[in-house]
């Protein structure tokens, strides 16, 4: 359940940005809903079912119980061994593993960052679509970008 939260919350961010406007578009113009998932929806969550995974593969890595469960006999993983070196108080052994998992856990952040910036999404930016009124001088929609901040 815990997980599951992360990665909900992720994917509900990135649902509030499809346009409902696209999706009734290609509804009516008979796409089915498995075409519209797949071509409309599913591009424009490709961001937030990154984070989403990241999110919850960081959250999944840093659980202490889940690893001294699961980890196979003999075997140290970092997390374990700055808890041990943590728990022993053996501050300059723990530092350099739980400085590494932090740089590990930040690779992937930075790869989705970069990602956004390349295609042209600002984070904490929203491309909102105006409504044109129909006169001679509108020609086609104007976009602008407001600051959700």
């Known amino acids: 359940m815990r997980f599951l939260a992360l990665a909900t919350n992720s994917l509900d961010a990135g649902l509030e940005r499809v346009?409902?406007?696209s999706t009734m578009s290609a509804l009516t113009l008979g796409a089915s809903p498995r075409r519209v998932a797949w071509r409309i929806h599913l591009p424009q969550l490709r961001t937030s079912l990154g984070v989403a995974v990241v999110l919850v593969a960081?959250?999944?890595l840093k659980e202490l119980p889940i690893v001294l469960l699961l980890r196979p006999?003999?075997?140290?993983t970092l997390?374990?061994?700055v808890y041990r070196s943590a728990a022993e108080a053996r501050w300059e052994l723990a530092g350099p593993p739980a400085l590494l998992i932090i740089a590990v856990a930040a690779i992937p952040v930075v790869t989705v960052f970069r990602t956004q910036l390349r295609q042209g999404d600002t984070p904490g930016t929203r491309?909102?679509?105006t409504p044109v009124i129909l006169d001679p001088a509108a020609a086609g929609s104007r976009e602008t970008t407001r600051d959700v901040r």
């Not at 006999?73 to 140290?76: K, N, P, R």
């Open 79 to 81: 997390s374990l061994w």
């Open 58 to 60: 960081v959250d999944a």
């Open 127 to 129: 491309t909102v679509l």
């Open 19 to 21: 346009s409902w406007a």
């Open 73 to 76: 006999f003999g075997f140290e």
